[in-house]
């Protein structure tokens, strides 16, 4: 038998999560299907950059950028191969202030910041909590963002006005552009039935491309936009004092910019599991988009975050291996460097239309169903997420969702407490009150009503047989019914407390609580208030 050395075992490893290892299942037709489904992401990822770019308030090639590296990056080591990560709006609409105010180089700095924070999110495995969210809270995400990134095409639906604005597009130039937005959608619905060897959306790209180039229709390009020519980005320092001004400056923004990046990305990834049935890594994803957002901020990147549109294109295109994510970044680097004056020749009309498709793919449209049949409080969740999601941002609806979920736990769970009153079979004139239900702040008040020591009798057990003592509220009411009891010169005792109950109780100090106390409840170990003794029977 061979004896592993620590650096063998590293090395081993290092090999198991390695991608090169992922490569031994290669085949050929999949091999296709990823490189064809990188090539369409990227040229939906084109518009998507600059469009972020702008709203941001820098220069269209400083979302290029962070497109190629958070994309990189993230498809080589993070925790759900297939995903595919760029600049969001999400994030760009919190970097507005940032930029306006100081300048490029301090969202640099922050971007960096962001980065950092991220990897120690991941480190301190808080990826972990994505599981807290509930599923209707992921039913207004989804749907959200489905209309989120609808309302976002319709800006694809303005020209300029000739005065430095945009206007609505009017007349044949509307009618075109609708038009060949349907025909890529039709195409995309079509294809599938006809051939899966090749992603329906790409064809769906090529086609409505070649056509308005060959026959030269007059609809806005992806030129229109912007020119996507540049180089390699380059690496720099970023350009702010290194003072505490400065850090009191950035860190704001650092902590918004990580805490909806990762939020974005992980329920991004709980939604991609679930698609292609494969498990993801939370805490390798934090740890992967803060490494991709440290570099980025490093090479004049605006940082980034798990993308829903350009995952499900992805996704349904067939991308399954991190093959897809890295080649989607590779295509948009060649689309910068060397690609630029083709890619500014397609028609916006032809990437709206995929999106628009991706919206349709992406709406829970069986949450409609839903509403009608799950809890009032569920189907106000899935609603009032859906709206914050839009009206808002994806970081603060997911946090009021959450919220109001565990406010109606906490208020049906505080619901439950009662009850039931038996005379004891093994002590004479005892009764015995069977606590039901959980025991915590929310159900502390119910608990205390439950009893009345001036009007009861004189020996009473109180048996957590079917209760749980939850937090320092629950140990409160214990007390304060206790204390109730004493007063009265009654004699109270606690009865089958479970051994985290006996925690509590022990960290209190209120309480000395014996650990033999069967968890089985096979016999029964009683507290005595009155005396302090443990007894058995």
């Known amino acids: 038998m061979t004896q592993k050395t620590p650096l063998g075992d590293f090395a081993q490893r290092i090999r198991a999560n390695s991608f090169f290892t992922h490569s031994r299942e290669f085949n050929l037709p999949q091999t296709r299907t990823d490189i064809l489904s990188g090539l369409t992401v990227a040229l939906a990822l084109v518009p998507e950059a600059v469009a972020f770019a702008f709203v941001a308030g820098v220069d269209p090639l400083v979302g290029l950028y962070a497109a190629f590296m958070v994309g990189l990056i993230t498809a080589v080591f993070g925790g759900m191969p297939g995903m595919i990560s760029g600049a969001t709006g999400a994030l ?25 924070i991220q990897i120690a999110a991941g480190l301190l495995k808080l990826g972990k909590f994505i599981r807290m969210v509930p599923h209707p809270v992921m039913l207004g995400f989804v749907n959200g963002l489905a209309i989120v990134i609808f309302l976002a095409q319709m800006e694809q639906f303005k020209v300029p006005d000739g005065a430095g604005g945009h206007q609505w597009m009017t007349g044949m130039t509307l009618y075109l552009t609708l038009g060949l937005v349907a025909a890529t959608m039709a195409i995309i619905w079509v294809t599938p039935r006809l051939t899966k060897s090749f992603p329906a959306p790409l064809a769906a790209i090529g086609l409505v491309a070649a056509a308005v180039i060959l026959l030269d229709i007059p609809v806005p390009r992806v030129g229109d936009l912007a020119s996507v020519k540049g180089g ?43 698609i292609t049935g494969k498990p993801g890594g939370a805490s390798k994803e934090c740890v992967a988009q803060g490494v991709a957002n440290t570099v980025t901020g490093f090479f004049g990147g605006m940082g980034g975050c798990a993308m829903i549109g350009q995952s499900m294109i992805n996704v349904n295109s067939g ?47 069986q949450s409609f169903k839903i509403l009608r049949i799950v809890p009032l409080s569920d189907a106000l969740v899935i609603v009032l ?12 609806a997911v946090v009021v969702g959450v919220i109001v979920s565990a406010l109606v736990y906490a208020w049906n769970a505080a619901s439950q407490i009662h009850v039931q009153k038996h005379p004891s079979q093994t002590q004479a004139g005892a009764l015995v009150y069977e606590i039901e239900g959980p025991l915590f ?7 205390q009503k439950l009893f009345d020591p001036e009007n009861g009798p004189d020996h009473v057990i109180l ?18 019914v206790a204390d109730k009891y ?8 606690l009865r089958h407390l479970s051994p985290d109950c006996h925690q509590l109780l022990a ?4 309480l000395m609580i014996n650990q033999d106390d069967d968890p089985e409840y096979h016999l029964a170990v009683d507290y005595d208030v009155q005396t302090g003794r443990l007894g058995g029977h």
């Open 441 to 447: 702040f929310g159900s502390a008040g119910s608990f």
């Open 232 to 274: 390699l980005p380059a690496f720099s320092i970023p350009d702010v004092p290194f003072t505490f001004e400065t850090l009191k400056i950035i860190l704001p923004y650092s902590i918004i910019l990580a805490a909806i990046g990762l939020i974005e990305s992980l329920l991004t990834l709980n939604l991609v599991s679930e």
């Open 385 to 396: 997420v859906t709206a914050v999601t839009v009206y808002e941002d994806l970081a603060t």
């Open 319 to 365: 991308g399954r291996t991190r093959l897809s994510g890295i080649s989607a970044a590779l295509f948009l680097l060649a689309f910068i460097l060397v690609g630029s004056s083709i890619i500014e020749l397609i028609p916006l009309a032809a990437l709206v239309g995929v999106m628009f498709m991706v919206v349709i793919g992406t709406f829970a449209w």
């Open 463 to 480: 048996d957590f047989t079917k209760s749980r003592v939850v937090d320092q509220s629950a140990l409160q009411a214990i007390e304060a």
């Open 507 to 510: 960290k209190a100090g209120q």
């Open 486 to 493: 004493l007063k009265a010169g009654k004699r109270l005792q």
């Open 92 to 116: 760009a609409v919190v970097m507005v202030a940032l930029v306006a105010d100081h300048g490029v180089e301090y969202l640099f700095a922050t971007v960096v910041l962001m980065g950092i």
